[in-house]
C-alpha cells in the first residue's frame, strides 16, 4: 500500500488510536453468571448511603415517641379509673444512675378524670437479685356511676360520685440465686374521699343518705401488704417447652 508523505501518518495514527480505543473496552461476558458479576460491579462503582426523606425521618421520631423509645419524653394514656373515657398524658423518664430511673407521668380524661405519678424503679439491684419500685400519685375522679346496691339495680337509677385517692407503694422482688425461686413483698398505702359527683347524671347524695347508703361522704384509709414466695416463670419457660406446661 502506497501512502505517500503526511496523509499516511495521520491514517497510521488514527488506526493506531482506535486500535488503543477497542482493546481497553471490557470483554463481553461469555456467560449468565458472568452477567450478572459484571451487572453487579457496575452497580458497585454508583453506590450511595439512603438518606431518609424529611417525611420518614419525622414519622420514625413519633413512632419512637410513641412505642416509648424516647431518651426522656414517652406518652402515657392509663386513666385515673375504668370508665373515664379516653386519656391522654405524657411522661418524663430520667436516668439517675446506669440502670435506676424516676419516671414522672400524668394524664387527663375526656370526662375529667385526673391521674399523676412519680415512680422510682431500680431494675439490678443486689447484683441483679433484685428488683425496687416505689410509687407516689394522685388519682381523681369526677364521674364514677352507681346504681344502688345489689345485682338487681335498675339501670336508671344511677348517680354519679367523686372520688380522691392519695396513695404510696413500695415492692421489692428478689431471685436469690438469679433463677427458679422468687420471693416478694411491698406495701401500699391509700385515701379514699369520696366527693359529690359531675356530669349528666345526678349526683349521689341528691339520691342517698349516710343512713340509706352507709358509707356516704366517708374517707377511708388503706393499708395493705402482701408477701410472695413461688417460682420464676421466666426461669421456668426457658427449661420446659410452654406446650408441656
Known amino acids: 500500500m502506497r501512502c505517500p508523505g503526511l496523509s499516511c501518518l495521520f491514517t497510521l495514527a488514527a488506526l493506531a488510536g482506535f486500535g488503543g480505543v477497542a482493546f481497553a473496552q471490557p470483554p463481553e461476558p461469555t456467560t449468565r453468571q458472568a452477567a450478572i458479576e459484571q451487572a453487579q460491579g457496575e452497580k458497585l462503582k454508583n453506590l450511595k448511603p439512603y438518606v431518609p426523606s424529611k417525611g420518614e425521618r419525622i414519622a420514625a421520631r413519633l413512632e419512637r415517641v410513641l412505642t416509648g423509645e424516647g431518651k426522656h419524653f414517652h406518652p402515657f394514656f392509663q386513666s385515673a379509673y375504668s370508665g373515664g373515657g379516653f386519656a391522654v398524658g405524657a411522661g418524663w ?12 407521668r400524668g394524664s387527663y380524661s375526656v370526662a375529667n378524670y385526673k391521674r399523676a405519678e412519680i415512680e422510682f424503679v431500680a431494675p439490678r439491684l443486689f447484683h441483679r437479685r433484685g428488683e425496687l419500685s416505689l410509687l407516689g400519685g394522685w388519682r381523681e375522679g369526677a364521674q364514677i356511676g352507681f346504681r344502688g ?3 338487681d339495680s335498675p339501670k336508671d337509677n344511677r348517680t354519679n360520685y367523686g372520688l380522691t385517692v392519695p396513695h404510696a407503694s413500695g415492692n421489692l422482688t ?17 385515701k ?4 359529690p359527683g359531675s356530669g ?3 349526683s349521689i347524695e ?3 343518705t349516710p343512713a340509706t347508703l352507709p358509707g356516704l361522704n366517708a374517707e377511708v384509709t388503706y393499708v395493705h401488704t402482701q408477701a410472695t414466695v413461688g417460682l420464676d416463670w421466666r426461669t421456668l419457660t426457658r427449661i420446659l417447652p410452654v406446650g408441656r406446661l
Open 93 to 104: 423518664l430520667q436516668h439517675v444512675s446506669p440502670f435506676n430511673f424516676i419516671d414522672v
Open 149 to 151: 346496691l345489689g345485682i
Open 174 to 190: 428478689l431471685w436469690p440465686a438469679r433463677k427458679y425461686l422468687l420471693l416478694g413483698g411491698g406495701a401500699e398505702w391509700a
Open 192 to 195: 379514699w374521699s369520696q366527693e
Open 200 to 202: 349528666s347524671f345526678p
Open 206 to 208: 341528691t339520691a342517698y
